[in-house]
C-alpha cells in the first residue's frame, strides 16, 4: 500500500493541525494504521495507532488528550488531529501500516513520506 501524508506546516503554539494519509489500495481497512513523528537529531517515535475498524485507538503518552486518530474508509484515509500543540511536538510526522497494532516502528511495513509540523513558541 501506497501512503501520502499531508497537512503539515506552521503554527503557533497552543494552535491546532490536521494531518491527513491517504492510502492508495481498497485495502486500506485491512490495516492498522500509525502515526510516528521525529524530530532533528532524536529516534522517531510513536505517537498514535488505530485499529483497521476505527474502533480502537491508542497514544503515546505525550499526546494523550491533546491528538485524536480517526479514519475514514470510504474515503481510504486516516486523519491525527492535533490540538494544543506544543514547541516540542515539533517533528516530521509520518504513517504508517501495518499488520497488527505495535508500538514499534519497526513493526509498520508501509510508511507514507513524511510532513514537517513546526510549532513556534
Known amino acids: 500500500v501506497q501512503l501520502q501524508a499531508s497537512g503539515g506546516g506552521l503554527v503557533q503554539a497552543g494552535g491546532s493541525l490536521r494531518l491527513s494519509c491517504a492510502a492508495s489500495e481498497r485495502t486500506f481497512g485491512s490495516y492498522v494504521m500509525g502515526w510516528f513523528r521525529q524530530a532533528p537529531g532524536k529516534e522517531r517515535e510513536f505517537v498514535g495507532g488505530?485499529?483497521?475498524?476505527?474502533?480502537?485507538?491508542y497514544y503515546a503518552d505525550s499526546v494523550k488528550g491533546r491528538f485524536t486518530i480517526y479514519r475514514d474508509s470510504a474515503k481510504n484515509t486516516v486523519y491525527l488531529q492535533m490540538n494544543g500543540l506544543k514547541p516540542e511536538d515539533t517533528a516530521v510526522y509520518y504513517c504508517a501500516a501495518g499488520r497488527d497494532r505495535h508500538y514499534n516502528p519497526h513493526m509498520f511495513g508501509y510508511w507514507g513520506q513524511g510532513t514537517q509540523v513546526t510549532v513556534s513558541s
Open positions: 488505530i485499529s483497521r475498524g476505527g474502533g480502537g485507538t
